[in-house]
């Protein structure tokens, strides 16, 4: 991990250049970027670690500045629908630090990460020095609440095949790998994370993968999903 290793120096740089590239924070200064830098509080979490639990009362904002986390809905069995991920460069946290109220999701790392994190003051001080700094997080809010309207509408309207054809098929996109014959490859994932990461139980997502593998859309080989290039016409 980059941050292991690095000075106190080094960590300030680092936590600099990541807040110069995100949009909320583009308004700012680089003397004020620099001073804010110092403010953040850098710790360490691991693969599988909360970073707090939805319902606490903290108020705090954080970066991710190596690794990736996830928020997620859990209920009392243990299912988990996942909301979002964050990598490198993302911040979360905005939703109690603007409205005071407790965590409205679980925040879980999805691999060994570094993470800043900012006290809601320090935070409320920056806006008033610069008010940019809270319509840029509004825009940022905004085009969150648009990918939760996303998932909204495949939730309602997407059958438990369609909603993980979809999300296959970004991944495809996104890994961007082919095999040979043409099919998407893409890592597999384990039932439980696709079933966490479609809104559907582990058993209905057993069940379609079944059919999917029967009707040759997807493939399984070894450590990898194969993805037939027709499921895209066939969504
Ligand atoms: P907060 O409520 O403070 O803590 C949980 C965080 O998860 C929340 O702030 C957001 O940063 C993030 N979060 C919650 N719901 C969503 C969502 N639907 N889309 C993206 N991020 C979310």
């Known amino acids: 991990m980059e941050l292991n290793s690095s000075s106190g120096k080094d960590k300030n740089a680092l936590i600099e250049r990541l807040l110069k590239e ?9 003397n004020y970027l620099s001073r804010i830098a110092k403010d953040f509080i850098v710790f360490q979490v691991k693969k599988g670690e909360t970073v707090f639990y939805q319902s606490d009362s903290s108020t705090d904002l954080y970066i991710v500045l190596d690794g990736a986390v996830r ?16 990598d490198k460069g993302d911040f979360f946290g ?20 570094a993470l800043g994190m900012l006290k809601r003051e320090k935070f409320l001080t920056a806006v008033k020095n610069d008010p940019m700094i809270a319509i840029d997080l509004l825009s940022a809010v905004v085009q969150r609440l648009r990918m939760a309207d996303g998932m909204i509408e495949s939730l309602a309207f997407l059958d438990v095949s369609q909603r993980l054809m979809k999300l ?9 790998g082919k095999d040979k014959s043409g099919f998407f490859r893409i890592k597999k994932l384990t039932h439980k994370e696709l079933a966490a990461r479609t809104g559907a139980s582990r058993e ?22 194969l993805i037939s290039p027709d499921a895209e016409t066939g969504m």
Do not use: C, H, W
């Open 22 to 30: 995100l949009p909320v924070f583009k308004s700012l200064s680089d």
């Open 71 to 86: 928020a997620s809905l859990l209920n009392q069995e243990g299912q988990e629908l996942v909301l979002a991920t964050f």
């Open 94 to 113: 905005e939703m109690s630090l603007l409205d005071g109220k407790p965590r409205s999701a679980t925040m879980i790392a999805v691999e060994d990460s």
């Open 168 to 176: 296959l098929l970004q991944t495809a996109k996104a890994e961007g």
């Open 204 to 225: 209905a997502i057993s069940k379609v993968i079944k059919v999917l593998a029967f009707r040759d859309v997807v493939r399984e080989d070894g450590d990898y999903f």
